[in-house]
């Protein structure tokens, strides 16, 4: 549930520890399940998972006053409108490799006059009843947060971390490893020292910094070095390891 009244943009911003989880089901009931359970906000992940726009939506709408942000298929202006448009926190761009795509993705995401951001109404705007409200805060109350996830990423994170408008990158250590030549090995040396260069460019740029892990053994020491977006956990492993353990349980 929200703690307090600022926006997940501010309490990004001012550097709060916000942990989520990623959400890949299709599922309100567990998407409200884990709103419930007390996850500072929620990654609703319509790169990987099978949701469609409508889909995304019932997703928000279940979530209630839990924050969430919508991981793109990709930096594309259509997604952008949509997520937004139907009351995303913010958004997580995947697959960001270069300052040109990280510009043009905060382009989309800003109303004129920062940027070009398609104006109309939906959920965002209370479906028309809050508009100028809406349209007066968006700009500085919607989170862009790009991922960093391949070598060129990496290579360019200087100057893309620099880029007004940028509010966090989000480390995604598996594309990252497949990218280094060690796919699924999110803790080879060549991985973390990646991360490391990633790291100390963002706290110089002074942006904040995410990252993914499938437990807390994966997040805990990036917690430690001052990441403050944390995604740990996925919806399907929860329901996997839940059910493992107890039917080992009542059968040992
Ligand atoms: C990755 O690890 O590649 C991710 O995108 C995690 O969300
Ligand atoms: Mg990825």
Same mark, same amino acid.
């Given at each position: 549930m929200q703690q307090n009244n600022k926006s997940f943009a501010d309490r990004l911003r001012s550097g709060e520890l916000l942990i989520g989880c990623l959400v890949s089901l299709n599922s309100p009931a567990i998407t409200e399940i884990l709103a419930e359970a007390g996850? #500072?906000?929620?990654?609703? #992940?319509?790169e990987h998972g099978a949701f469609n726009p409508e889909q995304a939506q019932s997703m928000l709408q279940a979530a209630g006053q839990c924050p969430c942000v919508i991981r793109l298929?990709?930096? #594309?202006e259509i997604w952008i409108k949509k997520a937004l448009d139907i009351g995303a926190a913010g958004i997580i761009a995947p697959q960001v490799h270069t300052p040109e795509q990280a510009k043009q993705i905060v382009q989309y995401c800003k109303y004129s006059p920062e940027g070009s951001r398609g104006v109309g109404i939906g959920r965002a705007h209370k479906y028309g009843m809050a508009f100028e409200d809406y349209i007066n805060a968006a700009n500085k109350q919607t989170a862009v947060i790009l991922q960093a996830e391949s070598q060129q990423a990496i290579d360019n994170i200087e100057s893309i971390a620099n880029?007004?408008?940028? #509010?966090a990158i989000f480390i995604g250590p598996y594309d990252l490893s497949a990218s280094l030549g060690c796919?699924?090995?999110?803790?080879d040396p060549k991985v973390r020292e990646a991360i490391n260069k990633a790291a100390n460019s963002c706290q110089r740029a002074g942006i904040r910094l995410g990252i993914f892990g499938v437990s807390t053994d994966a997040v805990k020491p990036y917690i430690e070095k001052g990441f403050t977006l944390i995604t740990v956990g996925v919806d399907t492993l929860f329901v996997i390891k839940s059910a493992k353990e107890i039917l080992a349980e009542c059968r040992g």
């Open positions: 996850f #500072d906000w929620l990654f609703i #992940d319509t298929p990709s930096g #594309d880029i007004a408008g940028v #509010d796919i699924g090995k999110v803790s």
